[in-house]
């Protein structure tokens, strides 16, 4: 399937817009109060895969640079794929950031955090903005290029916290925006996967105060989230919170999720459903 431009008639089937944007200058404060708590043996600690602390850190700001228009990153080159780009250009951020101490870091990380708060706090949700491959539209509405943005710097900030000994954020706004945000996935998760038109699949994430549904629906142009008329779902899948968000950025397999979840009807949907990606992976 190829992404779906900003303009096409299938758009819809992202569902309604999440508006992410007063949740930066929190998730900042939140990574700085994290970050200004750790003891120098901290950012030497595996975070993501071959990554540190101090590289997740840095990696993060070169997401804010990145957004703020002066990442200094390298054009893709020929036959490279989107995911190489990115992995590269990610690995090349952090390796010349590796002197940096953590002080420097952190006011980096403030400065430019803030400036890109303040920049989202005004952006137009309905213009059309950087793809997600994850969902299938390039371009995206900004309002899920904004939103998809708020999950890189949450999940990033989870690595961070698991690292050095602490848990999920339960802090339950931005958790449950990240969530639906991740589930906006569904449609091109499904995209291979068929099923009589009007078939619904639904898919709950939930725990302590956060519960967040998406029912996706089979219909003549693919899967969507669009509102469609009630009723049973074929399949229904529970997830907690904890599992569907590293199910989404591949902290754990589907097979794992698959094993955690509650499934009411049709398990191959439902298996299905369990192999959302909600990052480019």
Request: charged content about 20%.
């Amino acid at each position: 399937m190829s992404p779906e431009p900003l303009g096409a008639p299938g758009i819809s089937r992202l569902g309604d817009s999440i508006d992410a944007r007063a949740l930066f200058g929190p998730e900042l404060a939140a990574l700085l109060d994290t970050l200004r708590g750790l003891a120098p043996s901290d950012w030497r600690r595996p975070a993501a895969g071959r990554w540190t602390v101090h590289d997740v850190a840095a990696h993060l700001l070169g997401d804010y640079h990145g957004r703020l228009g002066h990442g200094g990153r390298d054009d893709i080159a020929d036959g490279e794929t989107l995911e190489a780009f990115i992995h590269r250009t990610n690995q090349d951020w952090v390796d010349r950031h590796v002197g940096h101490c953590p002080a420097s870091l952190i006011a980096a990380l403030a400065a430019a955090g803030a400036r890109l708060a303040r920049r989202y706090a005004t952006a137009d949700l309905d213009v059309a903005a950087l793809g997600v491959s994850w969902a299938g539209v390039d371009p995206a509405p900004a309002w899920l290029d904004i939103a998809r943005e708020l999950t890189e710097h949450w999940t990033h900030r989870q690595q961070i916290r698991h690292a050095t000994g602490r848990g999920t954020d339960p802090e339950p706004r931005a958790l449950a925006t990240v969530l639906d945000t991740f589930l906006r996935a569904l449609p091109h998760t499904l995209r291979h996967t068929t099923a009589p038109l009007g078939t619904q699949v639904q898919v709950v994430a939930a725990g302590g105060t956060v519960a967040v549904s998406r029912t996706a629906t089979a219909t003549a142009g693919g899967w969507s989230l669009a509102p469609a008329p009630s009723g049973r779902p074929t399949a229904s899948v529970h997830l907690d919170t904890e599992t569907a968000w590293r199910l989404c950025t591949r902290h754990i397999d589907p097979a794992e999720a698959s094993s955690r979840a509650h499934v009411r009807g049709e398990r191959r949907l439902a298996e299905a459903v369990c192999r959302i990606v909600s990052i480019i992976y």
